[in-house]
């Protein structure tokens, strides 16, 4: 079975700039969530989707972040404009609807805002 | 949401067992207890979970005190590939999960 993937694994740019990150979540699973991690902490859930809907975007800037789930598969993450405290790993998750709820993550996507 | 304290760094012998303790004394009846693991330049991944009675998987075994206060993953033989950063995590909500910042398990030869 596929994982999440993620692309791209890496983005450097200004501050400013606008940046988007893509999503592929397992086949299957309903629900996807976005999560930020700035360095030396644990993930910090932006948003969560189930199916094309928003379930949680609590802790999502709104002002300069947004994120879309079109066909309640892939998910793109966007923010615009940068800023320097934006640099961080944003990592994408899944899972099936289930008891617990299991979560598989992707890779990452390491942003760097200069 | 219910917190978790666990120790910030822990250190273990190859090929010896590791039990990493987590707190959790405000936890509620229906909070299950999960743990995920992140390896270097890795997404966190899924090691067990557990309600009431103790646990065992492939990976690991977690072991849930009486009174549900406190529970202790288990790596019952480290290796190199072990070494990570250990989340203990109360989830009620059955899709919610808060990170806190782990436990780092470093693993010597």
């Known amino acids: 079975e596929a994982g999440v993937a993620q692309s791209p694994r890496y983005k450097i740019i200004e501050k400013r700039q606008s940046v988007a990150f893509w999503c592929n979540p397992i086949?299957?699973?309903?629900?996807l969530y976005w999560y930020q991690q700035i360095l030396g902490q644990g993930p910090k859930l932006l948003i969560q989707?189930?199916?094309?809907?928003?379930?949680?975007d609590s802790q999502l800037p709104k002002d300069r972040f947004s994120a879309e789930r079109l066909k309640g598969v892939d998910s793109t993450l966007k923010i615009q404009p940068a800023k320097l405290e934006d640099s961080a790993v944003y990592l994408c998750a899944s899972s099936s609807p289930t008891v617990t709820d299991t979560q598989y993550f992707g890779p990452g996507t390491r942003l760097t805002v200069l | 949401d219910a917190k978790t304290t666990q120790p910030n760094s822990m250190e273990s012998n190859e090929e010896e067992p590791v039990h990493l303790p987590c707190n959790h004394s405000t936890i509620s009846g229906t909070d299950y207890i999960h743990w995920y693991r992140q390896l270097p330049s890795q997404g966190p991944e899924y090691v067990i979970h557990?309600?009431?009675s103790n646990v065992n998987n492939r990976m690991a075994s977690l072991a849930i005190a009486e009174d549900r206060k406190s529970s202790t993953l288990i790596l019952h033989r480290a290796t190199l590939r072990d070494a990570a950063v250990y989340y203990c995590i109360l989830d009620g909500t059955a899709s919610k999960l808060t990170f806190g910042t782990g436990t780092r398990l470093q693993v010597t030869l």
């Open positions: 086949s299957g699973h309903a629900t």
């Open positions: 989707f189930q199916n094309n809907g928003v379930v949680d």
């Open positions: 557990g309600l009431t």
